[in-house]
């Protein structure tokens, strides 16, 4: 059975923002792993943090100089720099019930089987702001934390591309394609409107 990096939704309102990465992970130094660059194959950098479960991972199974795909959380403040935690590696072969003697296959076949690609992004929460001009939305994500107080816990996409006004407050479900720093609207569906009013 192949593992999918991106997890089916389990309720029809939750909330969230992963996606997959082809690159190579380069430290700031080698004192300190868990900081650094994504480096994509076509030599992007996005300024990477590897979240606590996935740095073991990284310690002892990681080959800094090989690119793998990785599953990662997109954080960002505007269009011009997106920043990912990694939450973990997504190898078919190593980490999965899978033949290894279909080392022939490519990762992104595999992919494809799964109805996904490489720079591919899932974000479902609510649609707060739509700039018209800039053709920008942006996307609060909530955590699924039972603290519902820690208020930052909570946090906003920005995201390239553009949705009806009458959208605001809605609950979306968003396709979305990484295009260097920037995260870009492929499709959307509207999962619930006003959704902020049944809160």
Partial sequence: ????????????????????????????????LNRGFLVDNKG??????ILGKALSLLKKHIDLNKSYFWVVYPKNKNTQNLHLQ????????????????????????????LDLRDNYFSVRGELVFVNTQ???????????SKLKKLKNKNF???IKGELSLELLNSFVSLD?????????????????????KNI
């Avoid at 990096?5 to 430290?27: C, D, E, M, S």
């Avoid at 973990?88 to 494809?112: A, I, M």
């Fill in 1 to 32: 059975m192949l593992k999918n990096p991106i997890p089916q939704v389990t309720n029809q309102l939750q909330y969230r923002a992963i996606g997959i990465i082809n690159g190579k992970f380069t430290p700031h130094d080698g004192e300190q």
């Fill in 156 to 158: 906003k996409l920005v």
């Fill in 86 to 113: 990694v939450a973990g590696v997504w190898d078919p072969y190593k980490l999965n019930n899978f033949p290894n003697d279909s080392s022939k296959t490519k990762f992104s076949k595999l992919l494809e089987e």
């Fill in 44 to 49: 992007e950098k996005i300024e990477t943090v």
């Fill in 134 to 144: 800039k053709k920008e939305i942006v996307i609060k994500i909530c955590s699924a």
């Fill in 176 to 196: 979305i394609n990484r295009q260097g720093n920037a995260l870009k609207l492929l499709s959307y569906e509207v999962i619930e409107k006003d959704f902020s």
